[in-house]
């Protein structure tokens, strides 16, 4: 009887279950029986007991994005709470904008100590050092404006060191000339191309120096008095301060020749150097050339140029005629050939 009961319990059971089933059918769509589980092909199994969604109909998960960093306390496992951006190219744009930011401090830095000490030894020269270090890392449209502040800063040095040396008088032909010639070198920003014009100024410093080094032409044993000759030099000297900050090789190569010894160099071309300089500087911000942009290079530059020329006028002071000479013809020819195989 016990036998008799499960076995109708058990039918009643698949009766049950078949209905279920039925209506489970009415309700929603036939299953796809060819796409069952493995469990459908296993004989005296139930089909309905086991059924498995085929793969087709089974929902996809959508994958966890990849941590691209592993994993630290700030974030979980899967990079949820904190995702920091991998080394991408912005990245790597932004190492090398700050790399060369580096390089241009220290182009910087470099040129106007060097060219400070240059000037305030010699009363000269910043154009001429200065632009190898420039050139190569500032705008070239930079570097002339930015050659004209920083030489005006250290011929300041030299004026408060070398005052009581410096004679205004004798140096007034050569400064008439050269504030004449100033606004015309600057006009000459627009006209010329500035390679070419400093190409032929670094080959006439490369000749001259040679030629002083070869002993030609031999100086004179007493030097004139100034005249209209010393105005034309300052007006050629007042174009090149206009034009690209060299104003000084004009009235140093004049003066050489004249026979001047090298503190009568230094009276006669300190005075028209520094107004040069200053007029050039005030030409400079009339044609708009002394903008933001290049007011923040000069604050960088200005303190090494003026720890460069205090250090070049204490040097000056202890130097001879013949080592002076010596080391200004040096100066020109190292420069000038700079100068050449730059515009090449």
């Not at 030097?223 to 000759?229: M, T």
Request: hydrophobic share 50%; glycine share 10%.
């Amino acid at each position: 009887m016990r036998g008799s009961e499960s076995i109708a319990q058990i039918g009643l059971r698949q009766a049950v279950y078949r209905i279920e089933i039925k209506s489970h059918s009415k309700l929603s769509p036939s299953p796809d029986l060819s796409n069952r589980g493995p469990a459908a092909s296993i004989p005296g199994k139930n089909p309905y007991s086991t059924f498995r969604l085929s793969k087709k109909t089974a929902p996809k998960r959508s994958p966890q994005p990849k941590c691209q960093l592993p994993p630290s306390p700030y974030a979980d496992s899967r990079c949820s709470l904190l995702r920091l951006p991998a080394t991408g190219p912005s990245v790597r744009r932004l190492i090398q904008e700050s790399s060369i930011d580096v390089q241009i401090f220290a182009a910087l830095a470099s040129g106007a100590l060097t060219a400070g000490f240059i000037n305030g030894f010699a009363g000269f020269g910043t154009a001429l050092v200065a632009s190898g270090f420039w050139f190569l890392v500032l705008p070239p449209h930079i570097v002339p404006p930015l050659i004209i502040v920083s030489a005006l800063a250290a011929q300041l040095v030299g004026l408060l060191g070398l005052s009581a040396e410096l004679n205004w008088r004798k140096s007034s032909y050569l400064i008439s000339g050269g504030i004449l010639g100033v606004p015309i070198g600057a006009a000459m920003l627009a006209l010329l191309d500035p390679v070419l014009v400093k190409s032929a100024v670094g080959g006439f410093l490369v000749a001259y120096a040679l030629l002083q080094f070869a002993g030609w032409p031999k100086k004179r044993t007493k030097a004139r008095a100034e005249g209209h000759a010393d105005r034309f030099v300052g007006l050629a000297g007042g174009v090149m301060g206009g034009f690209a900050g060299l104003s000084g090789v004009a009235p140093l190569v004049w003066l050489q020749l004249r026979g001047f010894s090298a503190n009568e160099q230094r009276e006669r071309y300190q005075p028209f150097n520094l107004l040069v300089l200053a007029f050039a500087a005030g030409a400079m911000l009339l044609i708009g050339k002394l903008d933001q942009e290049l007011m923040s290079f000069a604050a960088i530059s200005a303190p090494f140029t003026l720890i460069g020329a205090f250090v070049g006028v204490r040097a000056f002071k202890g130097i001879s005629d013949a080592g002076f000479r010596r080391a200004v013809l040096l100066l020109l020819l190292i420069s000038g050939g700079l100068i050449v195989a730059q515009s090449l």
